[in-house]
């Protein structure tokens, strides 16, 4: 990360591994990283919602990314981390692999997102930064994570 003061074009990002890809989300949305835990299961829920952990008397739903994107093998280890998330009203946790830092980027550093068709839905994705040899994939976590894509009603909302 680089010592320049940042332009209010510019943003700070959580980079963290999915697979071998390197993946980031916008810092503001992280609240804060935790070790992966046993969660507690919820009947018919799809796949790639673990369950629910307890975060301070608050029911957190817990997404596996690895699932949700399709990536790599799920195995849980000591490098495996949950990022707890502010989205809207809702505080949501997401599996990944593991984190890797906080990076500043300069606006000129991130592209736009390819246009893949219809074959690959790119709606969640923001862009691609380059950093040295380091490609970073931005996700619009928020679309990512949305009630449509995940199910979830008013019952998993966090009381206002």
């Known amino acids: 990360m680089s010592n ?7 943003s700070e990002v959580l ?5 071998k890809e390197e993946y980031a989300i ?19 829920a799809p796949d ?6 307890n975060l301070r008397g608050i ?3 817990i997404v596996d990314m690895r699932i949700r994107f399709n990536v790599g093998n ?9 990022i707890i998330l502010n989205i809207d009203t809702r ?9 890797s830092d906080v990076v500043a980027l300069a606006s000129g550093q991130i592209k736009p997102a390819p246009e893949m068709g219809t074959a690959l839905d790119t709606n969640y994705l923001q862009g691609l930064a380059t950093l040295d040899e380091r490609m970073l994939i931005l996700l619009d976590i928020d679309k990512v994570v949305n009630d449509e894509v995940l199910g979830l009603g008013m019952n998993l909302r ?3």
């Open 4 to 10: 320049e003061t940042l332009s209010p074009n510019d």
């Open 15 to 19: 980079s963290f591994r999915l697979g």
């Open 26 to 44: 916008g810092i503001l949305k992280v609240q804060e990283i935790r070790g992966y835990e046993a969660v507690t299961a919820i009947a018919n």
């Open 48 to 53: 790639f919602i673990k369950g629910v952990i």
């Open 59 to 61: 029911i957190v739903p």
């Open 74 to 82: 799920v195995t849980y280890d000591q490098f495996t981390v949950v």
């Open 91 to 99: 505080v949501i946790g997401i599996v990944v692999d593991s984190v």
């Open 158 to 160: 966090q009381a206002a």
